[in-house]
């Protein structure tokens, strides 16, 4: 079974500041897929990333980006130049891949603040 | 735009009622998801369904079912709603294609007295 953990269950930056969140994970996997979600207060939860295993390349989504160490299981998302707008719970998840109809596993969540 | 929309946000309801939590989406995903989210606990998966009338276990089902009829609609059943079934529960929906990217409803707190 996968396990997916986050360390960090609060954390707060002043606005435009870059902010880490870390995530780990443990898997006998070869070929997985991870993922950081986001869940705004009150507003539905969203994909913010995703980077495939097989990948060396990180992914990045504007001022998202992803630090992806297969060897040590890592997988932490930072935000560039925070805005208020990032204030949200942030779910690390992992699948195993490739092929369709798997779960999602997800992390226990990092509740993040950003100060104005 | 994907839609994944469920049929109440707050719902507060007794211990033994039978409760029904409704999730409706509007893409023709064949993945359907039921989760609750608590505190400290993050999401747990409780049910999924790849098909109509297709389900399988995820990790908590126990207290709970779950109706697939129509391809857009998936039903969560508490039988006998008990107080530990109070939680934050959300439904999402995929593509097959779509290699994890759920697309989640505003989610219904639900609180058992």
């Known amino acids: 079974a996968q396990t997916v953990t986050q360390s960090q269950p609060e954390m707060s930056v002043q606005e435009a500041e870059t902010v880490t969140l870390s995530c780990t994970y443990d898997?006998?996997?070869?070929?997985?897929?991870l993922f950081w979600y986001k869940q705004p207060p009150s507003r539905q939860m969203i994909l913010v990333i995703r980077?495939?295993?097989?990948?060396?390349q990180n992914a990045t989504e504007n001022r998202f980006s992803v630090n992806f160490q297969k060897a040590a299981k890592s997988f932490s998302l930072k935000i560039s130049d925070s805005q208020l707008g990032d204030t949200a719970m942030y779910f690390c998840?992992?699948?195993?891949?490739?092929?369709?109809?798997?779960?999602?596993?997800f992390g226990t969540g990092t509740r993040l603040t950003i100060i104005p | 735009d994907v839609k994944v929309t469920q049929s109440s946000r707050y719902l507060v309801k007794r211990t033994g009622e039978k409760v029904f939590l409704e999730c409706v989406q509007d893409?023709?995903?064949?993945?359907m998801f039921w989760y609750r989210q608590d505190p400290g606990l993050g999401l747990r998966l409780i049910y999924f369904?790849?098909?109509?009338?297709?389900?399988e276990k995820g990790d908590i089902p126990e207290g709970y079912s779950v109706s697939r009829e129509k391809k857009e609609r998936f039903s969560l059943i508490l039988e006998s709603a008990s107080t530990n079934q109070t939680s934050m529960y959300l439904c999402?929906?995929?593509?097959?294609?779509?290699?994890?990217?759920?697309?989640f409803g505003p989610g219904t707190r639900l609180t058992v007295t």
């Open positions: 998840a992992f699948m195993k891949g490739p092929f369709g109809n798997e779960k999602l596993t």
């Open positions: 898997t006998s996997e070869n070929n997985y897929y």
């Open positions: 980077q495939e295993a097989y990948k060396q």
């Open positions: 893409m023709d995903h064949e993945n």
């Open positions: 369904s790849y098909d109509v009338k297709m389900k």
């Open positions: 999402a929906s995929e593509d097959l294609s779509s290699l994890g990217e759920q697309y």
